[in-house]
């Protein structure tokens, strides 16, 4: 294997990598993304279920329930910002991903085209070298 081939090969390994540990990445931000989506949707179940009998209510249990709906309300505008933030994590993975997928198959591309080219080289330096005759 000569010096070129070898350093196309580490250059191929190291693309390799680098395209898996951006697509690591990005999962982790999906996964984020969808955990914080979660308890948003926990957040807002539990809201909902919030709601006064029909009938008799006690005034304390009707301001327990307004303190914790206040409360959940709160926690769910506070997470909009963290779910934005994993959104744009989770869109800037995929991008890196994309890239180190392009940058991937460029180099592999570009190797299996020097490696047809050296093929072809070797070939023709074996055609125009003169043949031995061997006796018999």
């Given at each position: 294997?000569?010096?070129?081939?070898?350093?196309?090969?580490?250059?191929?390994?190291?693309?390799?990598?680098?395209?898996?540990?951006?697509?690591?990445?990005?999962?982790?931000?999906?996964?984020k993304e969808q955990h914080l989506q979660g308890i948003a949707t926990r957040i807002a179940g539990l809201r909902q279920g919030l709601s006064a009998n029909t009938g008799y209510n006690r005034a304390t249990d009707l301001v327990v329930m307004g303190e914790l709906a206040t409360r959940l309300e709160g926690a769910q505008k506070s997470l909009v910002p963290h779910q934005q933030a994993a959104r744009q994590s989770t869109e800037m993975a995929r991008a890196k991903t994309i890239h180190a997928a392009l940058a991937e198959r460029r180099i592999t591309r570009l190797d299996e085209k020097r490696s047809a080219e050296e093929e072809r080289q070797r070939d023709l330096r074996q055609m125009a070298a003169p043949r031995r005759m061997v006796a018999r």
């Open positions: 294997m000569s010096a070129a081939t070898a350093r196309r090969q580490r250059l191929i390994r190291a693309r390799e990598i680098q395209h898996m540990m951006a697509a690591a990445a990005s999962a982790a931000a999906e996964q």
